[in-house]
C-alpha cells in the first residue's frame, strides 16, 4: 500500500484503487504530544513565545488544543487538557 496525497492506494482484483482517508481526531505528532504535555504542566503561567517548541505550539493552537492569551503566551485550552488526559495520561 503507498500513502498518495491524503489518499491510500489499494490494489484491489489487480488494479490500484484510492480510498479517501478520514480520521476523528487527528494524530499527534510525538513532537507535538510533548509539547502538549509541557504545556500543560505549565499551569496558569503558559510556555512563552520564542521556545524550541513554538512551532508545535501553533499547531496545537490551530487545532483548539492551545490558545494565545493577553499575556502573550500560549495556554492550554479545556479541549487541550481534555486530549492530554486520553492521549498522553492514558484517562478515561
Request: positive net charge; hydrophobic residues 35%; charged residues 30%.
Amino acid at each position: 500500500m503507498d500513502r498518495i496525497a491524503g489518499r491510500l492506494a489499494v490494489a484491489q482484483c489487480g488494479r490500484i484503487t484510492d480510498i479517501h482517508l478520514m480520521w476523528n481526531e487527528p494524530y499527534l505528532e510525538t513532537c507535538c504530544r510533548s509539547a502538549l504535555h509541557r504545556l500543560s504542566l505549565s499551569g496558569r503561567h503558559g510556555r512563552p513565545h520564542g521556545l524550541k517548541d513554538e512551532p508545535c505550539l501553533e499547531r496545537l493552537t490551530r487545532k483548539g488544543l492551545a490558545c494565545v492569551a493577553e499575556d502573550g503566551c500560549f495556554h492550554i485550552t479545556q479541549e487541550g487538557e481534555a486530549r492530554h488526559r486520553s492521549e498522553i495520561l492514558k484517562q478515561a
